[in-house]
């Protein structure tokens, strides 16, 4: 199909009584395109945040497998045209389209939401104190956790969250970071997907800690 085709049809607007149904009815992919701290205050149950403000097209690239794969997004109202085309350029051609009217308009029609919980730095680290044994994740590439990283925390790469969230008990709680706060609210959104409803994110990440 021609770009043109592509980003037309990704840049649909979906009223939010349809954008609801497609994602229980159909078999598609939502990526949540806003900023992690906005994402964590409240989303769209199974939805994964990708922010498009930062490494959107690699992490899209590496966390969705199939680039045949359907595809619906919520975006920052002005950004849609942004998310299309870039979904394009790196081949995912079958975006469907957008939340018309973002999160607000699911919001004002009653939908569920999730939520993700955050903590500053200082928080983490009052918690750290108080109790040494704390569960920390830190979903940075192994090279990286090599180089430098926390005593005790655990080394599960976001670029292999398939393999890395084996090494997570659903029941236990943990503290996860990255290096600046993008690749932990991926990491925390994907498996708050699949049921792990006990992750707390780290802002800032390693470079604030």
Not at 36 to 41: L, V, W
Not at 55 to 74: H, N
Request: hydrophobic share 40%; with cysteine.
């Amino acid at each position: 199909e021609s770009v043109d085709t592509v980003i037309k049809r990704g840049t649909t607007p979906i009223a939010v009584g349809a954008f609801e149904a497609m994602l229980n009815e159909t078999d598609v992919v939502l990526i949540d395109t806003r900023d992690a701290s906005e994402f964590g205050k409240g989303f769209i149950p199974g939805a994964i945040n990708i922010g498009i403000t930062g490494s959107f097209a690699v992490w899209v690239g590496t966390l969705i497998k199939d680039i045949k794969q359907s595809i619906v997004f919520v975006a920052e109202p002005g950004r849609e045209e942004e998310v299309a085309i870039r979904l394009a350029r790196v081949g995912y051609d079958n975006c469907q389209g957008y939340l018309q009217g973002g999160m607000a308009s699911w919001i004002e029609a009653g939908y569920a939401l999730d939520t993700i919980p955050s903590v500053s730095v200082e928080e983490f680290a009052a918690e750290e104190a108080k109790n040494p044994a704390i569960n920390i994740l830190d979903v940075r590439k192994k090279s990286e956790y090599d180089s430098e990283h926390i005593t005790n925390a655990i080394n599960a790469p976001l670029d292999y969250v398939d393999q890395s969230m084996l090494q997570v008990d659903k029941h236990k709680t943990y503290y996860v970071h990255c290096a600046g706060g993008y690749r932990s609210m991926v990491f925390a959104s994907i498996l708050k997907g699949k049921g792990y409803n006990n992750l707390i994110n780290v802002n800032g990440g390693f470079t604030a800690i």
